[in-house]
C-alpha cells in the first residue's frame, strides 16, 4: 500500500494551492484520510480530516480558509489552500486510517511529505 501525495510547491502570500493524495495497492476500504503538517522545529499536527461519509474537521488555524474533500471510487483525498499565509509552511503529510483486508486495519497509515512554502 501507498500513499502518494502531490501538489506542494511556493506560492505567495494570499495565494492557493490543491494538495492531492491517492491510496494505492492492496486497500479493502479506507476509512478517515487527513492531512498533517510539521514546520521546522515544530511538533506534527493535524491540518484536517475527512471520515468516509464526507464529516470533515479542521484545526481552527485553518478553518475557513482550506477544505478537505475526497473521492472514494479514486482513493484520493484533496486539500484545497486558499489565503495561504506565511504560517502555512510546512512539509504536508497525508494519512489513511485503511483496511486492507477484513479485520486487518492499519489505522495510521503515512505518505511521503510534501513541501507547502508561502513566501514573498
Known amino acids: 500500500v501507498q500513499l502518494q501525495a502531490s501538489g506542494g510547491g511556493l506560492v505567495q502570500p494570499g495565494g492557493s494551492l490543491r494538495l492531492s493524495c491517492t491510496a494505492s495497492?492492496?486497500?479493502?476500504?479506507?476509512?478517515?484520510m487527513g492531512w498533517y503538517r510539521q514546520a521546522p522545529g515544530k511538533q506534527r499536527e493535524l491540518v484536517a480530516a475527512i471520515t468516509s461519509g464526507r464529516s470533515a474537521n479542521y484545526a481552527d488555524s485553518v478553518k475557513g480558509r482550506f477544505t478537505i474533500s475526497r473521492d472514494n471510487g479514486k482513493n484520493t483525498v484533496y486539500l484545497q489552500m486558499n489565503n495561504l499565509k506565511p504560517e502555512d509552511t510546512a512539509v504536508y503529510y497525508c494519512?489513511?486510517?485503511?483496511?486492507?483486508?477484513?479485520?486487518?486495519?492499519?489505522?495510521?497509515?503515512w505518505g511521503q511529505g510534501t513541501q507547502v512554502t508561502v513566501s514573498s
Open positions: 494519512n489513511a486510517d485503511l483496511n486492507i483486508r477484513v479485520g486487518i486495519r492499519f489505522p495510521d497509515y
Open positions: 495497492g492492496s486497500i479493502f476500504s479506507i476509512n478517515a
